[in-house]
């Protein structure tokens, strides 16, 4: 189609943009990373109307942000990666911060828009219906909602001593990430279960086996090694 090769030549640009001006593409990428958010609550009306493939433009913004956060990290390095997209994670919940005014409830809104709508436009993108894609990204917000109260007041609590904040939000972070990651794992092959369609784990081993010549079992324990990698990683 028409539209997806302009995506690929607009993600191209961008990522483009980024290896010539990575600092200051960065800052837009925090912008375009809440404009994705605020279009949770439309992905949430075109999947429930089933008319998401139809609406290319639902994706630009986050698809902006994954070109020009992958295109400046691209040469980083394990700890080079771990440590740009820590910076973007403080980044991005600090734009929330702003935008929110400081109210908890209003930027533990805006965290759980953002989640909801990256889950639906990947499982778009992973080949899933619009009915999975839309209890995924519902299911994922409301996650995000449960898990990011505690980070969000440890955040805005007034700090008694310098060294009890930071190690306080540092272990609220932490935790909460693991248990959002695990959470939406879970939501994953449950909903999968029940529309009848792949999880993400064996979308990755179908892909292993197919193009890469991997057994079934070797398949298995690569996808859940790197499950677990990743897991590890958004922790740190």
Known sequence: MVWKSHRRIEEGRYAELAKEAPVGMSVVSLGTNLANGLM????????????????????????????????????????????????????????????????????????????????????????????????????????????????????????????GYITTNILTEGTEEGASNISNLALDVIVSEVFGERNAIEQRMDYLMLYEGKTQEEALKIAFIEKAQSLGEDVL
């Open 40 to 163: 949770f609550p439309v992905k949430v009306a075109a999947t429930a109307s089933g008319s998401y493939d139809d609406m290319p433009m639902l994706d630009k913004y986050g698809n902006r942000t994954q070109a020009i956060r992958g295109a400046v990290s691209e040469d980083m390095g394990t700890w080079g990666k771990l440590a740009y997209n820590a910076g973007m994670s403080i980044g991005d919940m600090g734009v929330a911060m702003l935008a929110g005014g400081g109210n908890a409830k209003v930027v533990q809104a805006i965290m759980s828009s953002s989640a909801g709508s990256s889950t639906i436009s990947e499982a778009k993108k992973n080949g899933a219906s619009d009915g999975k894609a839309l209890v995924l990204g519902l299911g994922s917000a409301a996650i995000e909602w449960a898990t990011e109260k505690y980070s969000v007041e440890a955040i805005l609590k007034k700090p008694e001593s310098i060294l």
